[in-house]
């Protein structure tokens, strides 16, 4: 007979720390280029540089990596000087790549960040979304962060990052 507390247990925070679970997230903007193709306007996926103009649309890409789970929450922040675009059918993209589709249960656009919720994750995934620059200035863009809901132990980030809007030419500073 053997005293209860002589066996080793396991938590949750074990199996992270032993590499059982893994889970990482990518975040890449791109600014939308206007150009013709067949008589119509279509966009291209430009690399963005960090820069932009007021009016500028940027699309937001992130890839989530790891470990099928259950209940995933991504919560992207975006800069002060944006808003999102709830039109993105109005902007067809050109060689827009396979995988960026609603993937996800629920999807929340409030004032200063996406929150995307998943019943279920496979182990990739990607999300796009649009945002208009609508304020010059110079702005930090906070990382994304991407956890499931049920175990705060467990999170990745992506990359923060700068963003810079010039004022319009004879604006007001």
Same mark, same amino acid.
């Given at each position: ?6 066996? @080793? ?8 720390? /032993? ?21 119509? /306007? ?9 820069? +932009? ?13 790891? =470990? ?9 922040? /975006? ?13 067809? %993209? ?32 990607? %999300? ?7 304020? @010059? ?6 990382? +994304? ?6 175990? @705060?132990?467990?999170?990745?980030? =992506? ?8 004022? @319009? ?5």
């Amino acid at each position: 007979h053997r005293d209860l507390h002589s066996f @080793p247990t396991r938590r949750s925070s074990d199996l992270v720390q /032993i590499g059982t679970m893994s889970l990482n997230l990518t975040r890449d903007y791109f600014k939308l280029q206007p150009i013709q193709r067949d008589g119509r /306007i279509v966009y291209a996926l430009q690399k963005f540089d960090g820069s +932009a103009q007021v009016g500028d649309v940027l699309a937001v890409h992130e890839a989530i990596n790891g =470990s099928p789970q259950r209940y995933l929450l991504l919560e992207d922040p /975006i800069p002060a000087g944006a808003e999102f675009i709830s039109n993105e059918e109005s902007y067809e %993209i050109d060689h827009r790549p396979g995988g960026w589709f609603d993937w996800y249960t629920r999807q929340e656009f409030h004032d200063d960040h996406a929150a995307f919720f998943a019943d279920e994750f496979t182990g990739r995934q990607e %999300i796009f979304y649009l945002i208009r620059i609508v304020n @010059p200035g110079s702005f930090q863009i906070s990382p +994304a962060s991407v956890e499931p809901m049920y175990q @705060p132990s467990v999170q990745a980030t =992506s990359d923060a990052l700068r963003l810079q809007v010039a004022a @319009p030419a004879g604006g007001v500073q």
